[in-house]
C-alpha cells in the first residue's frame, strides 16, 4: 500500500498568512494527488485534483503543485473561512489511501 | 448537483452487523461507481471499497475482503454496504462518495456520514 505522509500535523496562523501544507508519498505517484478541506461535522470537499488542479468554485488563493512523492498545498492571505483540516489522497493505485491530515489553526 | 443520502447513524453490539445504504440523485446512476470510505475520530479517511452499479464489478481493501458486502437497487438509486463481525475499532462515520468517470478517483461528492458505534 502507498503511505501518504502530511506535515505538520497542526498549523497555526494569522489571517492574511500564507501557509503550505506538504504531502509525501511513499512511492511515486506521478500526478494523481487530490487535496481535501473537511469541517467538523462535515464531509471532506475536494479543493485540487491531478496535484495542480483547482477544482470549480474553490477561492483561487488555493495551489498545489508537485510530482512524483512530494506535494504541497498552499493558501495565499489564509482567511477565517479556511479553518479545517486537510487531507492529500493518492489515486495512483489500489487501495487508495489518505494522509493523516493538517489542522489548520487560526 | 451530486447529492448522495445516507442512511441514519446507528448503535450495534460487538459480533452485529450494519448495513448502511447510499442513495444518489443528481447524475445517471450508472454512469459512475459508488466508494465506500470511513473515517475514525481524529484520523483520515480509509478507502474500504467500490461498486459499479452498471456492472455490478466491485472490488474491496483487503482488510475487507470477508466482512464488506456491496449491493444495489437500481431501481431506487441505491447502494448498500454492509459490515459485519463488528469490534469496537469499526466506531466510526462511514460515508460514501462518488467519483468523476475517467478522470480518476478522487472524491467530488460525498453523502453526508453516518456515525457507526459499536458499543456493548
Known amino acids: 500500500d502507498i503511505q501518504m505522509t502530511q506535515s505538520p500535523s497542526i498549523l497555526s496562523a494569522s489571517v492574511g498568512d500564507r501557509v503550505t501544507i506538504t504531502c509525501r508519498a511513499s512511492q511515486g505517484i506521478r500526478t494523481w494527488l487530490a487535496w481535501y478541506q473537511q469541517k467538523p461535522g462535515s464531509a471532506p470537499q475536494v479543493l485540487i485534483s491531478a496535484a495542480s488542479n483547482l477544482h470549480s468554485d474553490v477561492p483561487s488563493r488555493f495551489s498545489a503543485g508537485g510530482s512524483g512523492t512530494d506535494f504541497t498545498l498552499t493558501i495565499n492571505t489564509l482567511q477565517p473561512d479556511d479553518i479545517g483540516t486537510y487531507f492529500c489522497q493518492q489515486y495512483h493505485a489500489y487501495p487508495l489511501t489518505f494522509g493523516g491530515g493538517t489542522r489548520v489553526e487560526i | 448537483q451530486i447529492q448522495l443520502a445516507q442512511s441514519e447513524s446507528v448503535v450495534r453490539k460487538p459480533g452485529a452487523s450494519v448495513k448502511v445504504s447510499c442513495k444518489a440523485s443528481?447524475?445517471?446512476?450508472?454512469?459512475?461507481?459508488i466508494h465506500w470510505l470511513r473515517q475514525a475520530p481524529g484520523q483520515g479517511p480509509e478507502w474500504m471499497a467500490w461498486?459499479?452499479?452498471?456492472?455490478?464489478?466491485?472490488s474491496r481493501a483487503r482488510k475487507f475482503e470477508v466482512r464488506v458486502a456491496l449491493t444495489t437497487d437500481t431501481s431506487i438509486n441505491t447502494v448498500y454496504m454492509e459490515l459485519s463481525g463488528l469490534t469496537s475499532d469499526d466506531t466510526a462515520v462511514y460515508y460514501c462518495?462518488?467519483?468523476?468517470?475517467?478522470?480518476?478517483?478522487?472524491?467530488?461528492?460525498w453523502g453526508q456520514g453516518t456515525l457507526v458505534t459499536v458499543s456493548s
Open positions: 462518495a462518488t467519483v468523476t468517470p475517467r478522470a480518476g478517483s478522487y472524491f467530488i461528492a
Open positions: 443528481g447524475y445517471t446512476f450508472t454512469d459512475s461507481s
Open positions: 461498486f459499479n452499479p452498471a456492472t455490478l464489478t466491485r
